[in-house]
C-alpha cells in the first residue's frame, strides 16, 4: 500500500504541528498590576540610577567601579514591575521578615518584582533595594556578599537609607 500526502493533510499536520508547539510553550505570566507599586519602582529605579552614577565618580576600585557598571545597566535593562500572581506569596514568606522586591532566578534574565508593601515604606528606601537586587543579578547568590557590595556602593554615593537585615546576620555593622 502506497502512502500519499496531500496538500490537505499536510496543511492539516503541519497546523495541528504549529497548534501543539504553541499550546506546550509557556507563555509569560502577567503580572498583578498595580500601578501605584509600578510608579514607585519606576521612581525607585531613577533615584537608584542617579545614586550610582554619582557612586561611580566616588568609587575607590576597579572592583567596585565595575559592579556599580553592571548594576546601572542592569536596572536599565530589566523590566521592574510587580510579582505575577503565582509568585505574589513570595512577597510574604520570608521568614516573617518583610520582603520589599526580589528576583526569581539570580542567575537569569529575570525582572526584578516589587511587593505590595513597599508602597509604605517609599521611593528611597526602594531605590537601595533595587541596587541590592541588581547586584544578585549579576550572578552573586550569597546575601553577605552582595550587602558587602551594596554597602560600598551606597558609602560611595554618601547614602545609606537603611540596613537591611543581613547586615547584622552578616556581621557588616
Request: charged share 25%.
Amino acid at each position: 500500500m502506497e502512502c500519499k500526502l496531500t496538500k490537505r493533510w499536510a496543511s492539516a499536520l503541519f497546523s495541528t504541528f504549529i497548534f501543539l508547539l504553541t499550546a506546550c510553550g509557556q507563555q509569560p505570566e502577567a503580572a498583578v498590576s498595580d500601578p501605584v507599586t509600578e510608579a514607585l519602582g519606576r521612581e525607585a529605579q531613577t533615584l537608584s540610577m542617579d545614586w550610582l552614577e554619582q557612586a561611580m565618580i566616588e568609587a575607590d576600585s576597579e572592583e567596585l567601579r565595575e559592579a556599580i557598571g553592571d548594576v546601572h545597566n542592569l536596572l536599565e535593562e530589566r523590566n521592574i514591575s510587580a510579582p505575577p500572581a503565582s509568585l505574589v506569596a513570595t512577597c510574604d514568606s520570608n521568614e516573617g521578615r518583610f520582603t520589599a522586591a526580589f528576583v526569581t532566578d539570580k542567575f537569569a534574565n529575570s525582572n526584578i518584582y516589587v511587593c505590595a508593601q513597599s508602597k509604605r515604606l517609599g521611593k528611597i528606601f526602594l531605590a537601595q533595594v533595587l541596587i541590592h537586587e541588581a547586584l544578585h543579578l549579576r550572578g552573586e547568590r550569597d546575601e553577605c556578599e552582595v550587602t558587602r557590595m551594596e554597602i560600598a556602593i551606597m558609602t560611595s554615593a554618601l547614602r545609606i537609607p537603611y540596613k537591611n537585615a543581613y547586615v547584622a546576620q552578616c556581621g557588616l555593622d
